[in-house]
């Protein structure tokens, strides 16, 4: 089945770290880049983070640039997303969704698999 | 930061078509994408590229875009359309995404 899965969300303390873990199956993933999107309780989407299948572009929104940390693990079909000094504005769910070729290319097929979302509550 | 913005409220009868609506100062040089989400599910691309429509989304979803706005169109709106629609495109300078606050699609 073509899929991706969340998981690694938790409670967590103002200040603390939490690593967020997308799994992919059923596809090429190193024929995709992977963003993170986010959406707080009763809010939008609001993108996070963007990684190339090679690693080699990574881009950041300014609300988590030099909190958070994106990479990939091709070998195990995987993308993390580390975050520290966690505050309460980034309790939310938080989705994974591939992206064919490179990300943000002028002529992006969009987001085209999303998965199910993992919860994270700073409090 | 690079903005959209969409009406965060659309009403329709069944049936009917909804025009739901996206605007920003970057949408005449970048595409608009479009996205469905309803209550506890992960978001659904409907339209890429402005007016491209992936191959298992319905025909009634259409897409199309000028100057500064960006419109997603639903023709004979059904009772399952109701949900909240989220348009999205990258910045002026391809740097990142950003999307719409988003529209509630209600259904009457």
């Known amino acids: 089945e073509v899929q991706l899965v969340e998981s690694g969300g938790g409670l967590v303390k103002p200040g603390g770290s939490l690593r967020l873990s997308c799994t992919a199956s059923g596809f090429s993933f190193t024929s995709y880049s992977i963003n993170w999107v986010r959406q707080a309780p009763g809010k939008g989407l609001e993108w996070v983070s963007c990684?190339?299948?090679?690693?080699?572009?990574?881009s950041y929104a300014a609300s988590v640039r030099g909190r958070f940390t994106v990479s990939r693990d091709n070998a195990k079909s995987s993308v993390f997303l580390q975050m520290n000094s966690l505050r309460g504005e980034d309790t939310a769910v938080y989705f994974c969704?591939?992206?064919?070729?490179?990300?943000?290319?002028?002529?992006?097929?969009?987001?085209?698999?999303w998965g199910q979302g993992t919860t994270v509550t700073v409090s | 930061s690079y903005e959209l913005t969409q009406a965060p409220s659309v009403l329709v009868s069944p049936g009917q078509t909804a025009r739901i609506n996206c605007s920003g100062d970057a949408l005449p040089k970048q595409y608009a994408y479009w996205y469905q989400q309803k209550p506890g599910q992960a978001p659904l691309m409907l339209i890429f590229k402005d007016t491209e429509r992936p191959p298992e989304i319905p025909e009634r979803f259409s897409g199309s875009s000028s100057g500064t706005g960006a419109t997603l169109t639903i023709s004979g709106v059904q009772a399952e359309d109701e949900a909240d629609y989220y348009c999205?495109?990258?910045?002026?300078?391809?740097?990142?995404?950003?999307f719409g606050g988003g529209t509630r699609l209600t259904v009457l």
């Open positions: 969704a591939r992206e064919e070729g490179d990300p943000l290319p002028k002529t992006s097929y969009g987001m085209d698999l």
């Open positions: 999205q495109s990258p910045d002026a300078s391809n740097s990142y995404w950003v």
């Open positions: 990684i190339s299948s090679s690693s080699s572009y990574i």
